[in-house]
């Protein structure tokens, strides 16, 4: 699961390199293929092929640098160009049929907080930013987000929920506050230092 070939993008072999915080900056990073200007279109039957657009572009965006999510975590103010962003992807992630199964993600802990099985639910629970995640099958492509001291989390969707699969097929989003205490609950297996969330 650790090992990273050649298929995986160069951004994820980088990332393996230097970190995840190494791709978090207070504007996106130069774009990568072609991306459309940004902005949200209320849906319906007339404009529902241009919002399919949108919800790809800014997944296009969030996907080389989701420096969106710092700003909602830290609850600090986003740009307008932010704020359509959110809004699309928001609109991806409920146009998305219910899914299930088990996704991968790969936490890399934040500065003087570490993650151990104390400090886990800060992670997991009323995440005010999206979370990301692997299928199963793709767990590689979260390993290489858990960086030094980081930890990966399997979460185990028995009862379906809605989510934005991105077309790469490596990618799986859920939204904000998607996953809370009062839902779902956290094991810790100290054998293979992984964590499983799964649904009460």
Do not use: C
Not at 101 to 129: A, D, Q, S
Not at 157 to 180: H, L, R
Request: hydrophobic share 35%.
């Amino acid at each position: 699961m650790s090992i990273v070939t050649n298929v995986i993008p160069k951004m994820y072999r980088y990332l393996k390199t230097v970190g995840k915080s190494a791709l978090v900056a207070d504007k996106p990073v130069k774009k990568i293929g072609e991306v459309h200007s940004l902005f949200y279109i209320k849906p319906s039957q007339q404009n529902i092929e241009i919002l399919d657009k949108q919800i790809k572009s800014a997944y296009r965006e969030y996907s080389i640098s989701p420096y969106i999510n710092e700003y909602l975590r830290q609850g600090n103010p986003i740009s307008p160009k932010a704020n359509e962003l959110w809004l699309n992807l928001k609109e991806g992630i409920n146009r998305s049929e219910k899914i299930k199964g088990i996704f991968v993600r790969g936490l890399t802990p934040r500065k003087n907080h570490p993650i151990n099985p104390e400090t886990i639910g800060e992670y997991i629970f009323n995440n005010k930013g999206f979370t990301s995640t692997a299928p199963l099958d793709k767990a590689h492509y979260a390993n290489a987000f858990a960086g030094y001291k980081g930890a990966l989390v399997s979460f185990e969707i028995s009862k379906p929920m809605k989510a934005y699969k991105a077309d790469n097929g490596y990618e799986v989003i859920f939204d904000a506050n998607a996953f809370t205490p009062d839902k779902f609950k956290i094991l810790y297996n100290e054998k293979i230092d992984e964590y499983r969330v799964i649904q009460k």
